[in-house]
Each structure stands twice: as C-alpha cells, then as structure tokens.
C-alpha cells in the first residue's frame, strides 16, 4: 500500500498541529481549524512537591506575586528549552488543549517553530520533548521561514525577500530565496531585553523598581523608538508608573512620557538596527535588488513597537512594513506548511543524525 495513502489515512484520523514555540507566548494551530490557541509561555511550580500548578494565561497571573515555595517560571530561554521537563509540561497541556474538542484514535503530527540559529542538540531537545508530550511524528520549521510563509510571501521564486522576527527572546533576521534561507542572523535581544530595559530606566532615572509586568505594560502603551518629527510635549503619550522608591522603601507612582521610553530602549534598539544592517552587508547583490523593491517585512511581537518600521528604512534606505497580524506569523506559517506538507516539505528544518563513534 503507498505511503502516501497510508499517510493520508493517519492524518485524517489525527488531528496535526503546528506551534509557534515562543519564549513569551505559545500558539497553537490546528489543521483545518486555524489558531485555536495563544498562551504566554509562563508554567507555575511548587517547589516542594515539583507539581505544575497552572500553565499559561493563569501561570502568568502569578508571576511576582507567589510565595516563596511556588514560583512561576519560563522554561524557555531565547526561544530555547532550559527546563526540558517543565517543557515537556507545557507542551502535553498545548497538545490536550488543542484536541479536546474532537475524539482522536491516534496522535498528532507536530510541527514546531524554532530560532534558525539553534544547535543539533537544541534541535533534538525539542523534538525529545514533544514526542514525550504526546506526539506522533515531529517536524521542526525556522521561525523566519514561517514567519515569511505566514506573510503570504512567494519563498520558492529565485527572488530574495527580508524578514525580521522580532520575538520574546530573540530577534531574527534573514534573507530567503528559492525556499531556503540564504543569510541568517539571530540576537537574544527582543521583547524581554526591552522590557529590562525599562526596568533598569525606572532604577537609574526615578529611582524607582517596577516589575516585569509593569514594564511590558508600559512598553506596549507608550513604547516608541522613532519619531519622523519632534513632538511637542503636549503630543507625547503619558501614563503612571507605579513601584517601590530605592530610597525611602515606599511606593510611588512617577508620570512617564514617551520620551522616556523611546530612551529607555534607544541602546537595544541601536543593536537591532546594527545586526540589520550586517546582514544586509553580507546579502548577495543581486538578491538584494530585488528586496530594495520588495522592502523588509516586520514581523513578530516587536514590529508593533511605534516608530521601528520607519526607523529601519530611514537606517537602511531600504522600505520596511509591517506584515498583517505579525504576532500569529510563525503560527500561521507553521500552519500553512502544515496543510500542505508536500509542497513545502523542503523548508522543514533536517537533524543531523550523531554519527557512530569508532
């Protein structure tokens, strides 16, 4: 009997999944239902009894205000496993989630986005962990990649196009062409780095400490990182910020503008810029012709921040926008290679298999 009448028969009786394994978020698409998830990759733990208590939106409710046996904590890091158990956790829980609705006779298939600049071993970790959660068979895919199918992109033209994921844990930056990714950067700093970011303002300028929450909150508020023209202070977004003063030990609540903030990132955003433009100097010319018409495709957590798009063509004379809902990209992507596996079977992510030691 052909395999491929065999494979067809198994996936009709499964119900395959695509996830975007984010260091701040995990999505979770179905095929032939869309994103039916979106959870922040957050797992809360009881220490004493190594019992997971509550994983996602609820876990993340925790964070900071947990006693001190029970701690909420990412097992990711810059998109990677450093916690493979917990992982492995959060992944069964994505995988339950995902066909609890609907009586399945057999696992599902996977597929996982993961950073393009990861090890074999990272690789395998990843593949160990979602098989011990339930997985059939798994595939992995680079977020860049996904995230370019996830734009509605044409990958598989001799034509070059840019993308940049701007994530929780790790900014990636790549050019693609004929289905493969020609020139790639990655840099573990992104929405979490910017989030410390404000944090440490907060501290040297106010002195005042604020919480991670408090911090993406006001981020994603009032973040910015480019202006096109000065405004005045009567244009310039405010909001409270409200911690514990270093010095007297008492709370306190501080009015911070957009000012603020576009300062607070300036440093990290600098960095951005500067691994764009490598890459840009390390991309084949004609290649880059043909981005120079296309533009740079923003995509990710990070694109909404204000002002970066326009930033990037100003920095790099090349234009640069931001796709459609850039938050789902990978997941999307991830997604589309999911329902179609046959044509894009050649983006899939190969592992190297050990060899054996004489």
Known sequence: MPKNFLDNIFSNLSQDIAIDLGTANCLVYVRGRGIILSEPSVVALNKKTNQVLAIGREA?????????????IRPLVSGVISDFEVTEQMLRYLIERAKEDKFTLLKPRVIVGIPSGVTEVEKKAVIDATKSAGAREVFLIDEPMAATIGARIAIHEAAGNFIIDIGGGTTEVAVISLGGIVVSKTLRIAGDKLNQDIIQYAQEKYKLLIGVRTAEKIKISIGVVYFEKEPNKSELKEMPMR?????????????????????????????????????????????????????????????LLRG????????????????????????????????????????????EEPQPTK
């Open 243 to 303: 911690g514990r003063n270093l010095v007297s030990g008492l709370p306190e609540e501080i009015i911070v503008s957009q000012n603020d903030i576009k300062k607070a990132l300036e440093r990290s955003v600098t960095q951005i810029v500067t691994e764009i433009k490598n890459t840009i100097e390390i991309t084949p010319p004609e290649l880059l012709a043909d981005i120079m018409k296309k533009g740079i495709a923003l995509a990710g957590g990070g694109a």
């Open 60 to 72: 993340e409710k925790m964070v900071g205000k947990t006693p001190s046996h029970i701690v909420a």
């Open 308 to 351: 970066l798009d326009k930033l990037i063509t100003k920095e790099t004379k090349i234009p640069c926008y931001v796709i459609e809902d850039p938050m789902t990209a990978v997941a999307r992507g991830a997604g589309m290679v999911l329902e179609n596996l046959d044509e894009y079977h050649d983006v899939l992510v190969e592992i």
